[in-house]
């Protein structure tokens, strides 16, 4: 069963720090683009970043740009993004995605994407 589990998602204050984990199961992720999305209350889901099968091609929304960084071990079957500075309106339910592909590229293109995590909530408050 192909799945993929988020991580590292919770609270913490603005300016402040977190890392999330994309971990792949019973698949690896080695073919497959990795798009980082995110859903606030009442808004529709974006997309935050996303890196390519070897890592060599990411790409972030100009809301995180400078802030954000996208990496992935393929070795451990995991992708990250480190969350700094962050800011209230980061609050979000954070989910990653996949796509299979030989070339190196990614999009931030919900449509794009065939599985789906189950999300992890990021909350930024004082």
């Known amino acids: 069963q192909l799945q993929l589990v988020e991580s590292g998602g919770g609270l913490v204050q603005p300016g402040g720090s977190l890392r999330l984990s994309c971990t792949a199961s019973?698949?690896?992720?080695?073919?497959?683009?990795i798009g980082w999305f995110r859903q606030a209350p009442g808004k529709e889901r974006e997309g935050v970043s996303c890196i390519s099968n070897s890592g060599g091609s990411t790409g972030y929304a100009d809301s995180v740009k400078g802030r954000f960084t996208v990496s992935r071990d393929n070795a451990k079957n995991t992708v990250y993004l480190q969350m700094n500075s962050l800011k209230p309106e980061d609050t979000a339910v954070y989910y990653c995605?996949?796509?299979?592909?030989?070339?190196?590229?990614?999009?931030?293109?919900?449509?794009?994407?065939?599985?789906w995590g189950q999300g992890t909530q990021v909350t930024v408050s004082s």
């Open positions: 995605a996949a796509f299979v592909t030989l070339q190196a590229l990614c999009f931030m293109i919900p449509d794009e994407y065939d599985y």
């Open positions: 019973g698949f690896t992720l080695d073919y497959y683009a």
